[in-house]
Structures are given as C-alpha cells and as structure tokens.
C-alpha cells in the first residue's frame, strides 16, 4: 500500500501543470516571436489583432483573414528580426 501511495504522489506531481508562460509583447523582438511555437504565434496573433481593433468594429474573427494577417506578420519578422514585435504588428494590424 505504501507503494501506491507514493506511486499516487509521484504521478500527481508529475502531472502538475507547467509554469504560465508570460510574454511581454511590447519588449519582444520580432525573432524572440518567430522562436515560439506555432501555437503561441496563433495566440498571440489573435491578442494583438483584438488589441488593435477597435471597439467600434464587430466582434467578429475572420479566420482566413487572421491568417493572412499573420503570414504577413511572420513574413515581415522573418526579414527584420530585431524590430520590435509591437512595431511591427502596427504596421499589419493596426488601422
């Protein structure tokens, strides 16, 4: 019994989830952005296209265009890697 209590133990810690993951998205660089996975690039695509949106337009998400406006993103960091990510989400997600 004592065995399954500490095999009980060792699974729950192991299963504890990892640490949040915290990005400044006005201090990171358009390399620090491309470095993440492709997950956290459709996360914080989506974030930084709702910031830029204004609260006059619909809450809607367009799917093909969040993916144009990301290719279009990650085209332009992949060739300026030190401009800043916030610079560079103006240019292609602002107004």
């Not at 914080?44 to 830029?52: A, E, Q």
């Not at 809607?60 to 800043?84: D, I, Q, Y």
């Given at each position: 019994?004592?065995?399954?209590?500490?095999?009980?133990?060792?699974?729950?810690?192991?299963?504890?989830p990892?640490?949040?993951?915290?990005?400044?998205?006005?201090?990171?660089?358009?390399?620090d952005?491309l470095?993440?996975?492709?997950?956290?690039i459709?996360?914080?695509t989506?974030?930084?296209?709702?910031?830029?949106?204004?609260?006059?337009?619909?809450?809607?998400?367009?799917?093909?265009?969040?993916k144009?406006?990301?290719?279009?993103?990650?085209?332009?960091?992949?060739?300026?890697?030190?401009?800043?990510?916030?610079?560079?989400?103006?240019?292609?997600?602002?107004?």
């Amino acid at each position: 019994m004592k065995t399954f209590g500490t095999a009980l133990v060792a699974a729950l810690l192991l299963a504890a989830p990892a640490p949040a993951q915290v990005v400044d998205l006005a201090a990171i660089s358009c390399k620090d952005f491309l470095a993440n996975s492709k997950d956290n690039i459709g996360l914080i695509t989506m974030w930084l296209d709702g910031y830029y949106t204004g609260d006059d337009e619909p809450a809607v998400v367009n799917f093909e265009k969040m993916k144009e406006k990301g290719a279009k993103l990650s085209e332009f960091c992949a060739k300026n890697p030190t401009v800043g990510l916030a610079t560079a989400a103006e240019q292609f997600l602002g107004k």
